[in-house]
């Protein structure tokens, strides 16, 4: 995944909707006791608990060491390790692998499609919601206002379609049985709400700027982007999710 700074605080406080989002997400996963489970992203350890809470015997994987220390304190019981989703290997293979609001910050999406497929017991199934092609449209644009032809470059995020996302599965021997993209208008808090969702979120963009100028670039964003995104006190996010559901084969 990226190399973007966390703040494990904020995230489980301010943006706890982003797991809350993911409890949904567990209907489909449907996890049972005595099962083996890969949260893939796992954060801050919230839906992998829920999955503990199952019977399920779960590990939580994540690259952001902050992330995890948080995790581990939150959940000192439960089974936490550092790596890549991109790149990570697994002594034995899992009956299930999971991962919400992930997936979308890895640039190399073949590779993760890879580690993942390869992480799965024949007959094992693979959950994840992401951000999907058109997430966060009008802020993409508005970046590229702001920034120019550095946005692209610094765009932290990968948004597929279902297109290009159940093709990828399929290729690394998974059978998608169910794809969604459907849109997820997400409410953030306060005033500030979209400032705050830009810093814990978009650090890349700000990268090397002084307070100075990172204070102009959000209120240059915050202009072009209130007319779309802000109404009665409220700013919500032009969200858009892709939920897969894939297996792979018993072969």
Request: aromatic share 10%; with cysteine; glycine share 8%.
């Amino acid at each position: 995944m990226t190399s973007s700074s966390w703040d494990p605080q904020r995230y489980q406080g301010r943006h706890s909707y982003v797991w809350q989002f993911g409890e949904s997400l567990l209907e489909l996963l449907q996890p049972r006791p005595g099962e083996r489970i890969l949260d893939v992203g796992c954060g801050t350890g919230q839906l992998t608990a829920e999955i503990a809470r199952s019977g399920a015997e779960v590990t939580g994987l994540d690259n952001s060491p902050d992330m995890l220390a948080q995790a581990r304190k939150n959940y000192p019981q439960l089974k936490f390790v550092a790596a890549d989703a991109a790149g990570f290997q697994v002594p034995e293979p899992f009956d299930a692998v999971f991962s919400n609001a992930a997936l979308h910050w890895v640039k190399d999406q073949p590779a993760a499609a890879a580690s993942i497929a390869r992480a799965l017991k024949p007959g094992g199934r693979f959950v994840t919601e992401l951000g999907g092609k058109g997430c966060i449209a009008s802020i993409i644009s508005a970046m590229r206002d702001v920034f120019g032809a550095e946005a692209d470059q610094r765009r932290p995020w990968t948004f597929p379609s279902i297109g290009e996302f159940a093709p990828l599965l399929e290729q690394h021997g998974l059978e998608v049985r169910q794809a969604s993209l459907f849109d997820r208008p997400t409410p953030v808090e306060g005033e500030h709400g979209l400032e705050d969702w830009l810093r814990m979120f978009c650090s890349s963009y700000f990268r090397g700027l002084s307070p100075e100028q990172t204070r102009d670039a959000l209120r240059a964003l915050a202009d072009r982007l209130r007319p779309a995104l802000y109404r009665d006190g409220v700013w919500t996010l032009d969200y858009r999710r892709l939920r897969v559901v894939a297996v792979k084969p018993n072969r």
